[in-house]
């Protein structure tokens, strides 16, 4: 089994602006566009965790909170919160940015998770995460609960 690792060391962070082909005919972003953009995040901090090569498994809790206008700085912040075998699931909470007055709006957030792939593209063990404070404690706990309810409707499909 790999070592534990803090989940401190897995935070990805980075901004985009909202430009005219980011937009819809309402002028803010695509939520579309949102969610590549949190999906490529939350790779990077799956991938810091692990230090293998993710895949993303599925995306749970997507809301979409306020519109990103145009103009304004999408910033995007992901961290692992919980480790299981060979998955990990990653916090993505996109903020708006206002670049005239520094206000900051909660736009979108979501939870994703990531599986590890070894050479043959086959699931791969991934560290433990090592919680640290009685926040990423809690976070743990609360994706343990999304995770059986991700696994209960996986097996309702089959």
């Not at 060979?86 to 979501?110: D, F, I, K, Y």
């Amino acid at each position: 089994m790999p070592d534990a690792r803090p989940a401190h060391q897995s935070r990805a962070e980075t901004a985009e602006m909202i430009l005219p082909s980011d937009t819809n005919v309402h002028g803010t972003a695509f939520g579309g566009r949102v969610v590549q953009w949190m999906d490529l995040c939350c790779s990077i901090a799956a991938g810091r965790h692990c230090r293998q090569p993710v895949v993303t498994v599925s995306i749970d809790d997507l809301h979409f909170h306020a519109p990103i206008r145009i103009g304004d700085y999408a910033l995007l912040t992901a961290q692992v919160t919980a480790t299981f075998r060979s998955s990990m699931e990653v916090e993505c909470v996109v903020m708006a940015e206002n670049p005239s007055t520094g206000e900051r709006t909660l736009c979108t957030s979501a939870f994703l998770t990531f599986v590890a792939l070894d050479a043959r593209n086959r699931p791969l063990e991934v560290p433990p995460l090592l919680l640290e404070t009685a926040a990423e404690k809690q976070a743990f706990e609360d994706a343990k609960e999304r995770r059986s309810a991700r696994l209960a409707r996986a097996k309702r499909k089959d």
